[in-house]
């Protein structure tokens, strides 16, 4: 390419590449490593709305994907899209939660190791939904067999189950789970779901007892209460109104339109009955469910001594029934409480308010222990009894960051957990990270960024921590307040920098904390918690007396959940603190041993609806989700990386070397493919196996520029493949041809092989028969002789003589003379017959004239040969020529011919002009009007002429007659006059040619001769001898010659 035209190229690429950036920028970018102020909230924000607005939910921090709840079903979760994200490299399609959930599976497959996909975010922000779409996709994607579909629809509808014991509506949240929950999903080698594993944490059991204004208890009761029916409640001796039912009614709002228990109920009911629930199971649990309710209705009275008192035992028989416990002991466990003293037992009567308090804690413990109950009951229905090797990816869908006006122990604790989960979440991103650029062998830019082991420790450090110092609170003998406890607080970790409270905050922080608070300064932002109700939470206190009851309990579920051990046990159980903190450490030990991925879910705004982004509320999330921090940990220096054979894949046809293939090292492909496009050194690394890329705008221009020569490239890729599929016809239809060719080839071959083998019998028997031409017909020869027959007859027809002089004949084979010879005779016969026919009556009687010529003349007389050609005519003298006085006279014997003649007197050889004229019956020799002889043809004698060539003849006449002599007479024609004249008087035969002379009669009795000779002049005279010498011309050479020739012909 020229250089010009190299730059008008590099200028179009930049023009459509703004272009394109102004399009993408309407939906922001789909990963913030990619933004260019990375640093900035407002920039992060802004990104997230554009996107939000166009429906995108999903955007990627590197690997870590944030959610926004749409509120809405936006479609993106069919299986369609579930296929489209299967198998396929991560950063190739738009961000979604199934390229997570594939990522995680792909690397599981491949590396054999386990994952675990970490999802938090606020109450309503999507945690659940999202953990549920992942498990939809395993269960719609992973390879399956007909024995594993129980164990998928198990893992499946564990959910449901789950969701109506430990979900419930709240203000944020429709379907809030008030527990923590991390799910083992478990594959086999093959990749297929074979089971399962649940661990639940933190159940909010105080909701069983109490709920705010606009809020329910767990859903299960109420989906008991309307779809139970009337047999199992009456069993239960439950009525179906929820608003009979302290423990149901306090929030105002049993019924919810948004929500249908009765459904619910039966979703939940197949459940079961999928999970391997069996009858007893379901009736002594909700057995349990139903003793909560009863035990709320226990209404208490204060008697004189201010004790309580329970007026009606109603609720207590039924509590007692379906909780397998005596009434009576029952109702003393629930008024009275046991202290031991050293070694005796005391019993006494519990104030109103305690009476109280040891209701709720035992529907408390009672309802959380059949929670724990239910997660082992359904993990048991998971466990997978093959004992072979499994992979495992968890999902944890645990509650987020949680600031409200007002902080308690609960907010305590989960704040204590993100504060946890975010330090595994730096720490692994940071390490792997750093892990990164050692194997890439790139130089490791520190990063700053806000460690918070500090906070951590300040919350567990052994004997230091807040926890530490508040199980000494409750531990401790005598009067421990919640106000003791913030005092032990300030004395202990007073000076701690992320630590405050009111005593020791400035004079200005005073205002915002009140007497009993301390503030906590956490990764995410500073949150300020009231110490009020700490202790007894954190004691979770269950009277020994009642504990009794509930370990004796004939209901199997409870004497399986409460073991009489317990009550052996003088040891105190472990605080609700260090529960917590022990079953964490326990859940980040599972954590730290599988690889990570995260999902951050974002609530857009409080009111549930779709498309409503509010700022205020999301930029508080982005904040407590850690998010601008995680995305400054992530972008480290570059914004993006790529391994060199992916990064290659994509944008090789940017460089004339690296397309369409490049066949050295992609690292190499790469580093050119850079220089050609103009990186500068600045702006990229090249490590082991990756290309670091610093700025976005880099990969952006790169990106567009590759967008820009899709278009060509496909154009391209069309062009060829279309040419391959046109190759590809060409040569199947070639291939056809060939083989249409090669047969049609053959059957002309066989045909010409099988003419050829037919000519060479018909030649060898054609030889044969040649051969044997000569023999007897037989079958050797009998064709060849047929042909040589049929040739010869087809032959003779271009040769038969065309008239009866031409004497050729086709010369006959030696066996067909016979045929010829008769067919030549034929063929004359009617030459002959046709000739015959042809010819008129004159010329008949001509030709018989000229037949009589040749009879009478024919070699004997000069100048015969030479008359042959000129023909007779029927006279000499025209009628008008002859005297009619002559015609008159000789009519009756009517004239024949006339012709003038010169005749010589007998005497003196006088020559006179005469007419000689034939009639029938005699000659006339006519002198004008006048008959001078009349010759009868009866008196004719003889005609007598020379043999040579004058006209010269004798009349010999008889002497009987009157007649005068011999009539001697000179004429022309003298052929014709002889032939005419005989033939009239019928004596051809007395015709005589004489040589050298003749006598004739000049009287009767005396005779004259005429003498012949040949000389150089034709003359009559009369010589010395008084004879007439009658002197022919010589014949030149060439009359001679003409002569012989018409001789021979004749
Ligand atoms: N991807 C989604 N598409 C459509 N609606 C969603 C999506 N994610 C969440 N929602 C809506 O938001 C509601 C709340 O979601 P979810 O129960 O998953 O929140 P959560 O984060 O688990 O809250 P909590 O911490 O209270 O359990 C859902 O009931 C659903 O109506
Ligand atoms: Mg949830």
Known sequence: MSPQREEARREHIQLHMEGALRARDRVGVQDFVLLDAHTSEAAFLDNLRKRFHHNLIYT????????????QELGIYTVSQMELYQGVNFFELPPHVYAIADNAYRMMCSELSNHFILISGESG????????????????????????QVARDRLLLSNPVLEAFGNAKTLRNDNSSRFGKYMDIQF????????????????????????????????????????????????????????????????????????DDKNDWKTVSNAFSIIDFTEDDLENLFGIIASVLHLGNIRFEENPQGCAIIPHSHEIKWVAKLLGAPPSILLEALTHRKIEAQTEEVVCPLTLALALYARDAVAKAVYERAFTWLVSKINSSLVNKDFTKKTVIGLLDIYGFEVFDKNGFEQFCINYCNEKLQQLLIERTLKAEQAEYKLEGIEWEPIQYFNNKIICDLVEERHKGIISILDEECIRPGPATDLSFLEKLEEKVGRHAHFQTRKLADPKGRKRIGWMDFCLFHYAGEVTYCTRGFLEKNNDLLYRHLKEVLCRSRNPILSECFLPAELKNRRRPPTVGTQFKNSLSSLLEILTAKEPSYIRCIKPNEQKE??????????HQVKYLGLMEHLRVRRAGFAYRRKYEHFLQRYKSLCPDTWPHWHGPAAEGVERLVKYIGYKPQEYKLGRTKIFIRFARTLFATEDAFEFSKHQLVARIQATYKGCQERRTYLTKRQAAIRLETNWRRVLAQKEANRRKWAVGIIRKFIKGFITRNKPLSADN???????QKNYILNLRYHVPKNVLDKSWLRPPGILQNVSDLLRAMCMRNLVRKYCRGISAEKRALMQQKVVTSAVFRGRKDGYVQSLHQPFASSRIGDEDINPKIVQLISCEKIQYGIPVIKYDRKGFKARQRQLILTRKAAYVVELAKIKQRIAYSALRGVSTSSLSDGLLVLHVSGEDKQKGDAILQCEHIFEVVTKLVMLAKKENLVSVVQGSLQFSISPGKEGTIVFDTG??????????????????????????EAALCENRV
């Open 610 to 619: 779709p498309s409503k982004f509010d700022d205020f509320l999301i930029r």
């Open 782 to 788: 009998e064709d060849f002789i047929g042909l040589v």
């Open 125 to 148: 922000a999507g945690k659940t939904e999202a953990s549920k779409k992942i498990l939809q996709y395993f269960a719609v994607t992973c390879p399956m067999t007909e024995s594993l």
């Open 188 to 259: 086999d080698f093959k990749g297929v779901p074979v089971g399962g594993h649940i661990i639940s944490y933190l159940i909010e059991k105080s909701r069983v007892v109490h709920q705010n204004t606009g809020e329910r208890n767990f859903h299960i009761f109420y989906q008991l209460l309307q779809g139970g029916g009337h047999e199992l409640l009456s069993r239960l001796g439950l009525e179906p109104d929820p608003q009979l039912y302290r423990y149901l009614s306090q929030g105002h709002c049993a019924r919810e339109s948004s929500i």
């Open 1016 to 1041: 150089p002049e034709e003359q009559i005279y009369k010589d010395k001898n008084g004879q007439l010498a009658v002197v022919s011309g010589c014949l030149g050479k060439e009359e001679a010659e």
């Open 60 to 71: 990627y921090i590197g690997t870590l994907l944030v959610s926004v709840n749409p509120y």
